[in-house]
T-cell receptor
Framework: DTGVSQDPRHKITKRGQNVTFRCDPI?????LYWYRQTLGQGPEFLTY????????KSRLLSDRFSAERPKGSFSTLEIQRTEQGDSAMYLC?????????????FGQGTRLTVV | GDSVTQMEGPVTLSEEAFLTINCTYT??????LFWYVQYPGEGLQLLLK?????DKGSNKGFEATYRKETTSFHLEKGSVQVSDSAVYFC?????????????FGTGTRLKVLA
């Protein structure tokens, strides 16, 4: 296993279009996080899954955003009716609840540009 | 609310200089503390961590000590290299309502000149 994998790495879309990103966590990790990072800022929490259950959603996650993790493995993040303000790097991370004090491992991110 | 404050960058140093990047935090519980590093176009990589007060995390010559009395976790390195040029993020992790959440600072860009 080579770590957390995100696809695509880059996405350019026109305003109003829908986009979907995929995250494949480290295989034995049951926790999965989505973060958003804008230029010059630190990552901001969007949502958290433990197994297939979405346990928390940030207020940053408007109703145009939806995330799923149907089988407790990979996850998808969909943005409907994209806006220019959605342009950012979307980061996925995973960790394990079975190991004490384990840190989150991050993927390389999907950079979204809305034109 | 819970937050992390880092010194603003960019920090520009000559090779072999001493590095300090300040980080302080505000948290309602007892967080674990982390430093992550981000190279251009890449995701975040864990640099070091500390899970309780007075713990010292270290990796690749970088060190940081969890100071509960000053709510700080400053990053230090005795002799920086050009390859250390990157953005460094201080972060805390809290367990609230059964959810682990990471809160990041805004990042500090380090430029090391040969």
């Amino acid at each position: 296993d080579t770590g957390v994998s995100q696809d695509p790495r880059h996405k350019i879309t026109k305003r109003g279009q829908n986009v979907t990103f995929r995250c494949d966590p480290i295989s034995e990790h049951n926790r999965l996080y989505w973060y958003r990072q804008t230029l010059g800022q630190g990552p901001e929490f969007l949502t958290y899954f433990q197994n297939e259950a979405q346990l928390e959603k940030s207020r940053l996650l408007s109703d145009r955003f939806s995330a799923e993790r149907p089988k407790g493995s990979f996850s998808t993040l969909e943005i409907q009716r994209t806006e220019q303000g959605d342009s950012a790097m979307y980061l996925c991370a995973s960790s394990s609840s079975r190991q004490a004090n384990t840190e989150a491992f991050f993927g390389q991110g999907t950079r979204l540009t809305v034109v | 609310g819970d937050s992390v404050t880092q010194m603003e960058g960019p920090v520009t140093l000559s090779e072999e200089a001493f590095l300090t990047i300040n980080c302080t935090y505000t948290a309602t519980g007892y967080p674990s503390l982390f430093w992550y590093v981000q190279y251009p176009g890449e995701g975040l990589q864990l640099l070091l961590k500390a899970t309780k007060a007075d713990d010292k995390g270290s990796n690749k010559g970088f060190e940081a000590t969890y100071r509960k009395e000053t709510t700080s976790f400053h990053l230090e390195k005795g002799s920086v290299q050009v390859s250390d040029s990157a953005v460094y993020f201080c972060a805390l992790r809290l367990l609230t309502s059964g959810t682990y959440k990471y809160i990041f600072g805004t990042g500090t860009r380090l430029k090391v000149l040969a």
